[in-house]
């Protein structure tokens, strides 16, 4: 349950603004404004069916010495305190957000998915519960970057850690209303997970061609309200938060970070943001 959580809070962050175009790539170098050596940003998807790494990214992890993921997945305290970020506040549970007959299915819809019923784990922010959804969506066994790249600073004897808590990670999602986040996940259940499956298949059409603009305007029109409408909060202000800390980190040790993809491109993105503190970010070809 831990990944597939993990997995619901980096995925449903793959939002973003349209702005001027970015060369198409995932691996981007950054360089300049006084680092010693360059540190890479790589741009992921949280599932897929292949997460193999080309030789550009284990290039760029010879060259770095420690690896930053959006969190600290190698923290054994990790699922402890996810689980006790997931519950709604103040009481709040799937039931009292919808109508009998939505709950009545819904309940059903995730009995017949993932085993569990909605009383179980009916007091989970149900943007979490539909985390439990995500293979659900790819017709083939689910493969993930952040645990290829794990595997590869596991092997080079390098340190993992995380440009955010899972705190942090969570009240970005607790923003968003309850009631919302509903919705959505009766949305799924009403249609069992056809529309969410297609969109899933297209934006790994849209990933492998490595285009972050187009990628982000897919995730703009997305039906997905959590996709689409809170951008604010999923994407902009972490961005805003992580450069810092990229900036701090990158001084100290040349460093491959590995963010969704999401999070590079745009105005707001951390490219864009990277280049206006005066470091040069060029994609590698």
């Known amino acids: 349950m831990k990944k597939l959580l993990f997995i619901s809070l980096s995925l449903l962050a793959f939002l973003g603004t349209q702005a001027q175009k970015l060369d198409n790539g995932l691996l981007w170098k950054i360089s300049g404004n006084g680092l010693s050596k360059p ?31 959006e969190l600290d997945m190698d923290d054994p305290n990790m699922q402890t305190e996810m689980m006790a970020g997931v519950m709604m506040k ?35 922010m149900p943007s979490m519960v539909s985390a439990l959804l995500y293979p659900k969506m790819l017709d083939c066994p689910v493969q993930s970057y952040e645990q290829a790249l794990m595997e590869v600073a596991k092997k080079q ?13 969570l009240n970005a999602f607790g923003a968003i209303p309850y009631k919302e986040q509903m919705d959505e996940l009766v949305k799924s259940a009403k249609d069992n ?16 061609k490595k285009d972050l603009n187009v990628l982000l305007d897919f995730m703009n029109k997305s039906d997905n309200k959590l996709m689409s409408q ?19 980190v990158a001084k100290q040790n040349p460093t491959f970070f590995g963010v969704g993809a999401a999070h590079l491109a745009g105005d707001d993105g951390v490219i864009k943001l990277l280049r206006k503190k005066g470091y040069k970010v060029e994609a590698v070809k």
């Open 193 to 208: 997970l056809a529309s969410d499956k297609k969109e899933m298949t297209e934006l790994l059409a849209i990933y492998n």
């Open 39 to 69: 540190s890479y940003i790589y741009g992921t998807v949280h599932i897929t069916c292949d997460a193999t790494l080309d030789k550009n990214i284990l290039a760029a992890f010879d060259a770095t010495n420690q690896l930053y993921l």
């Open 157 to 169: 004897n390098e340190e993992i850690y995380g440009l955010e808590t899972i705190a942090e990670q």
């Open 230 to 248: 809170h951008s604010d909060v999923m994407l902009v202000n972490r961005n805003k938060n992580w450069i810092p800390k990229i900036e701090a």
């Open 90 to 124: 103040n009481g709040t549970t799937m039931k009292s957000l919808a109508t009998p007959e939505d709950y009545a299915l819904v309940n059903k819809f995730l009995q017949d998915n993932v085993g569990m019923s909605a009383d179980l784990i009916g007091s989970f």
